[in-house]
């Protein structure tokens, strides 16, 4: 539970890398603002027989199928979002690790890890961070998912509640870095580019941390205020293969330092 872009669906992914080295063939994510209605609920486990879409089955057993009883991790991302019958449908899977699909088959998924994401009591958990104990948790997390979910059957069926705090300073300026670092590669790798950056230009990027939008606003940032700036100035023939770019701060604004070894040869950005 937490803000979006905290990490939520980042650490699904990463337990799935864990449990297999193909994590393509070991995650799946199953979106669950897609069941929303009640009769779109078929769509998650298959529609019954003489109803449309019969013969497609469902979306999570057809990928339980496909996954033949290994160990793989199925996102079920923002839980909130899905129809009160979904749930009815979880209680089975979470307490006896089979499903009964639309055709009357039993899906074994006893291997699989459910990984459910939740947006609830984002403001909640924010306000409280510095102060989050056991207290809190009782007397105001849980009163939010019982008043949402209505039936502690199914939240007695999850094993752990893992709670995404807000970022922290320290957080957002590694964030910063891991994605300079990413174009920083890419512009070594295809144009034998240096791309360098002071401690004040990651401290600046990180004050575009927006809470409603996580980690996605950094990546934004540094999107707005340097890639941008480094796609700018190749349109205008001020830089080419093999340049060495610092980038600093000058007067609150990024700026570029390019220092140049050949003569222009321009070449397409990224």
């Not at 449309?52 to 991790?73: A, D, M, W, Y």
């Not at 291997?111 to 924010?126: G, K, M, P």
């Not at 989050?132 to 998912?145: A, D, K, R, V």
Request: proline letters at 3%; charged letters at 30%; hydrophobic letters at 35%.
């Amino acid at each position: 539970m937490g803000s979006s872009g905290i990490g939520k669906t980042e650490l699904a992914k990463q337990l799935a890398k864990s449990l297999q080295k193909d994590s393509s063939k070991g995650f799946v994510r199953i979106d669950m603002s897609e069941f929303q209605s009640k009769h779109e609920v078929a769509k998650f486990i298959g529609s019954p027989p003489g109803y449309i879409g019969h013969e497609e089955g469902g979306q999570l057993t057809e990928k339980l199928k496909q996954s033949r009883g290994e160990n793989i991790v199925v996102l079920l991302d923002e839980v909130e979002k899905a129809h009160p019958d979904v749930f009815t449908v979880m209680l089975q899977l979470f307490d006896e690790g089979r499903l009964t699909d639309g055709k009357g088959a039993t899906v074994e998924c006893k291997n699989a890890i459910f990984v459910l994401t939740s947006n609830l009591a984002q403001q909640e958990i924010a306000e409280e961070a510095n102060f989050f104990g056991e207290e809190f948790i009782n007397s105001t997390i849980y009163p939010i998912l019982r008043g949402y979910f209505r039936r502690d059957e199914f939240l007695g069926r999850i094993d752990e509640i893992l709670f995404f705090m807000p970022f922290t300073k320290n957080d957002l300026e590694l964030i910063v870095e891991k994605e300079l670092n990413k174009w920083a590669q890419k512009a070594e790798s295809r144009h034998q580019m240096k791309i360098e950056w002071t401690p004040e230009v990651k401290q600046m990027l990180a004050k575009g941390y927006n809470i409603h939008y996580g980690a996605r606003s950094i990546k934004h940032e540094v999107e707005k205020q340097v890639i941008n700036k480094l796609a700018h100035a190749n349109e205008y023939d001020q830089l080419k293969q093999g340049d060495h770019v610092l980038i600093t701060l000058d007067n609150g604004e990024i700026k570029l330092n390019i220092t140049s070894k050949e003569p222009t040869k321009r070449f397409g950005w990224f």
